[in-house]
């Protein structure tokens, strides 16, 4: 069954950097159109980054364009978000999603906690 892990949280100071992974399984990573959403506290689920199957084709949410970049290692089913320039306002709940396709429900990790915070 397809299974994905989060991993890299934690709590950074405003102004530094972490880097998620979510590693997959149980499914041809490599077809898979992949994403890293988010929810912060009261919020709704939010869009961050998405990447074609083969990574060659990238978007971003407007808040963190120029601070944040998506990138996967097909040959080790993993997906990256590298966060730099963290603000308290990203604090939330990072959650990686593999889908067939960019409009279908796909399936979800079980999140990683980020903290910006001083």
């Known amino acids: 069954q397809v299974q994905l892990v989060e991993s890299g949280g934690g709590v950074v100071q405003p102004g530094g950097s972490l880097r998620l992974s979510c590693a997959a399984s149980g499914f041809t990573f490599s077809s898979y159109f992949m994403s890293w959403y988010r929810q912060a506290p009261g919020k709704e689920r939010e869009l961050v980054a998405a990447t074609t199957s083969g990574g060659g084709i990238t978007n971003y949410a407007d808040s963190v364009k120029g601070r944040f970049t998506i990138s996967r290692d097909n040959a080790k089913n993993t997906l990256y978000l590298q966060m730099n320039s963290l603000k308290p306002e990203d604090t939330a709940v990072y959650y990686c999603?593999?889908?067939?396709?960019?409009?279908?429900?796909?399936?979800w990790g079980q999140g990683t906690q980020v903290t910006v915070s001083s």
């Open positions: 999603k593999a889908a067939r396709f960019p409009w279908a429900s796909g399936n």
